[in-house]
T-cell receptor, first 112, second 110 residues
Framework: SQTIHQWPATLVQPVGSPLSLECTVE??????LYWYRQAAGRGLQLLFY??????ISSEVPQNLSASRPQDRQFILSSKKLLLSDSGFYLC???????????FGSGTRLTVV | EDQVTQSPEALRLQEGESSSLNCSYT??????LFWYRQDPGKGPEFLFT???AGEEKEKERLKATLTKKESFLHITAPKPEDSATYLC???????????FGAGTTVTVRA
């Protein structure tokens, strides 16, 4: 069966520090991968998605970047965090058309 | 641009008091409509996929239905453990991505 791992679960970082969140999927190959951010009381905002190794699409301009160094690994990064980067970050994967997403457990990022 | 609107934003129910959540959508070429449940501090958990108007899916006290313009999530005789935020999402056209609504937060009091 397929599983998705996301870590860390919580993170408190100072403004201006770097960020690296990692997401891995097991039990499938060539998944479509997604990074979402969810602000308190708000919906899911798509940040990045990837349909293959090295293929990254950005949905909104921001202080973040994403990379896919391996087929089942998706990384969200920042060189210098801003206060506005605080939020709940979710990684997800799916097979393609007609399939829903499977989400990771999320990372609560607080920038102080 | 695909639009998904959920209502109400919040719903407070007494245990056993049945109710419905609404998800209205404006898309071209619906491929699937998805319902998720999200508990505080956790990732959304998949509930149902609906593909065509008239389709219905059930799971325990939850029943999802789909028309050409909206979907309903019916909660029958809810229990406190049904308290959560329920998210609706659509996939349409040639786009892999899901467009999510803002969610309905359901609170069931014992």
């Amino acid at each position: 069966s397929q599983t998705i791992h996301q870590w860390p679960a919580t993170l408190v970082q100072p403004v201006g520090s770097p960020l690296s969140l990692e997401c891995t999927v097991e039990g499938t190959s060539n998944p479509n991968l997604y990074w979402y951010r969810q602000a308190a009381g708000r919906g899911l905002q798509l940040l990045f998605y990837s349909v293959g190794i090295g293929q990254i699409s950005s949905e909104v301009p921001q202080n973040l970047s994403a990379s896919r160094p391996q087929d089942r690994q998706f990384i969200l990064s920042s060189k210098k965090l801003l206060l506005s980067d605080s939020g709940f970050y979710l990684c997800a994967w799916h097979r393609g058309y007609g399939y829903g997403y499977t989400f990771g457990s999320g990372t609560r990022l607080t920038v102080v | 641009e695909d639009q998904v609107t959920q209502s109400p934003e919040a719903l407070r129910l007494q245990e056993g008091e049945s109710s419905s959540l609404n998800c209205s959508y404006t898309v071209s070429g619906l491929r699937g409509l998805f319902w998720y449940r999200q508990d505080p501090g956790k990732g959304p958990e998949f509930l149902f996929t609906l593909y065509s108007a008239g389709e219905e899916k059930e799971k325990e006290r939850l029943k999802a239905t789909l028309t050409k313009k909206e979907s309903f999530l019916h909660i029958t005789a809810p229990k406190p453990e049904d308290s959560a935020t329920y998210l609706c999402a659509v996939q349409a056209g040639n786009d892999y991505k899901l467009s999510f609504g803002a969610g309905t937060t359901v609170t069931v009091r014992a």
